[in-house]
């Protein structure tokens, strides 16, 4: 003799912490029908409502008093959940780490592309992490890249907001530049450099 599906122990799916069929023990519970009403009910009649359904008694708000739950299919509504869930987190803002690396010889043309590429990097909302990298012999003249990423300071002044001023890490020296608050793609070229004579050396 095949048991009577009505009698059936319904599956219960706790480990996202939800609450569903014969794991809400809290009676009476507020029950949203399919066309939105909702009604004060036992469990137990919410419960064999579901069974005769063929779905699932769903918890959907336990905190309310009494706790709100809903006659659905429970596979469904957690898919559903975790596309919103997806949806949102897709909308949250990432920023992004964009590094710029030079050298105390950088030539000068070289040295506008870097500063011109940061600055478009701060306009689309992207944080820049300006690297001058001491090779060799260059560690004696440090001087040389400090000098120069205070000239970067300055002609990114317009589109940043400084978060870390240079500093010095093994055999390079940084900072790192966020987008200034409000700033949009107002202005089409990069700041305009500072005059400022080359060190004795560079290219």
Not at 13 to 20: A, E, L, V
Not at 28 to 52: H, N
Not at 55 to 65: G, H, I
């Given at each position: ?65 009494p706790p709100v739950c809903r006659i659905i ?131």
């Open positions: 003799m095949f048991p009577n599906p009505r009698d059936r122990r319904m599956p219960n799916r706790p480990s996202d912490g939800t609450r569903i069929n014969e794991d809400i023990h809290i009676s009476p519970i507020r029950l949203v029908k399919e066309d939105g009403e909702a009604i004060i009910i036992e469990t137990s009649k919410a419960l064999q409502m579901a069974k005769d359904a063929g779905l699932d008694l769903v918890e959907v708000s336990p905190n309310a008093k299919n429970y596979g469904k509504y957690k898919f559903e959940q975790l596309k919103k869930a997806k949806a949102a987190k897709a909308k949250q803002h990432v920023v992004k780490l964009k590094e710029i690396k030079m050298h105390p010889k950088t030539a000068e043309n070289d040295y506008q592309y870097r500063i011109k590429q940061a600055g478009e990097f701060l306009q689309d909302g992207m944080k820049v992490k300006l690297i001058m990298q001491f090779r060799g012999r260059e560690m004696a003249h440090m001087d040389y890249g400090k000098r120069l990423m205070e000239r970067a300071k300055e002609d990114l002044a317009p589109f940043d907001d400084l978060e870390m001023d240079s500093r010095v890490e093994g055999n390079t020296m940084l900072s790192i530049y966020g987008p200034k608050r409000g700033a949009g793609k107002k202005q089409d070229q990069a700041p305009k450099p500072v005059t400022e004579p080359k060190a004795a050396g560079e290219a």
